[in-house]
């Protein structure tokens, strides 16, 4: 029902910057669009972990301590994107990152990008 379509990953030297974009579509998403949305991403050998959300209508955002200040997640319903704006990378940001997709009040997080990676050199 929701496809989602990643891209922007790749190489940044610390202290950089990078720009995450999803491209969303499918019948559900493109007529009703109240999806929550967010990225995520699994560094090697760790569990997978939420690094920002945003609601429907762009309203609401979450972060965690780990990225706050340095990522960004916006939204444009318009042209059904979401994006990650990611500045001052660190090493220990490398991981592949996912978007993914949700009802905004009901459900989990049922669509998911292929992923992208990104790898922050020191």
């Known amino acids: 029902q929701v496809q989602l379509a990643e891209s922007g990953g790749g190489l940044v030297q610390a202290g950089g910057s990078l720009r995450l974009s999803c491209a969303a579509s499918g019948r559900t998403f493109n007529t009703y669009n109240t999806y929550t949305m967010a990225w995520f991403r699994q560094a090697p050998g760790k569990e997978r972990v939420i690094v920002a959300r945003i609601s429907w209508r762009g309203g609401s955002t979450y972060y965690p301590d780990s990225v706050k200040g340095r990522f960004t997640i916006s939204r444009d319903n318009a042209k059904n994107t979401v994006d990650l704006q990611m500045n001052s990378l660190k090493p220990e940001d490398t991981a592949v990152y996912y978007c993914?997709?949700?009802?905004?009040?009901?459900?989990?997080?049922?669509?998911w990008g292929q992923g992208t990676q990104v790898t922050v050199s020191s």
């Open positions: 993914a997709a949700k009802p905004q009040f009901t459900g989990d997080y049922d669509y």
